[in-house]
């Protein structure tokens, strides 16, 4: 079956520690996205990747970091400098061009 | 600035009665619009599309109405399911690769 998983599903950390989420497809898609998602607001876009080694930053990178050293693979790390990390966090993919995003399960990651 | 709107957040209606979520866009270059649909906890899945040349595409019980001269669109379920109460959101994109998602309107459908 092809997916995207996202691990784990809930994530607690402490204040300070940075945090890796995972997020990996086998669904052959170029593109890879990260969003999060805070109650009474949509899906805000954080990263954004359309090829191996090269990402763009969305509309609230600060605090973020990703890397994408492989196509199947997207992980993003929360770091301390992000003020507020806690919120439900989304992983998607698509093929480049096409308008419609498969969308992980998601973690909930708090902080506290 | 909130380029994509659904300006109420909760609906209410009864099953088997029609649904009706509205969506509200400034960015007069969007070219494709989406609507996805949520459960709690789980990620959003794809529910239908329709390009900004229609204005209007049917795919079963949903149908999504485009009115590009009011930058208005609109989701129609029917007959509404209890099955159909999630969160909806709609969704923009202007260059094929982002979305700009509205802030979501949780559905609810009375038995």
Known sequence: DGGITQSPKYLFRKEGQNVTLSCEQNLNHDAMYWYRQDPGQGLRLIYYSQIVNDFQKGDIAEGYSVSREKKESFPLTVTSAQKNPTAFYLCASSITGNYEQCFGPGTRLTVT | ?111
């Open chain 2, 1 to 111: 600035d909130q380029q994509v709107k659904q300006n109420s957040p909760s609906l209410s209606v009864q099953e088997g009665r029609i649904s009706i979520l509205n969506c509200d866009y400034t960015n007069s270059m969007f070219d494709y619009f989406l609507w996805y649909k949520k459960y709690p906890a789980e990620g959003p899945t794809f529910l239908i599309s329709i390009s900004s040349i229609k204005d209007k595409n049917e795919d079963g019980r949903f149908t999504v109405f485009l009115n590009k001269s009011a930058k208005h669109l609109s989701l129609h379920i029917v007959p509404s399911q209890p099955g159909d109460s999630a969160v909806y959101f709609c969704a923009a994109s202007d260059r094929g690769s982002r979305l700009t998602f509205g802030e979501g309107t949780q559905l609810t459908v009375n038995p």
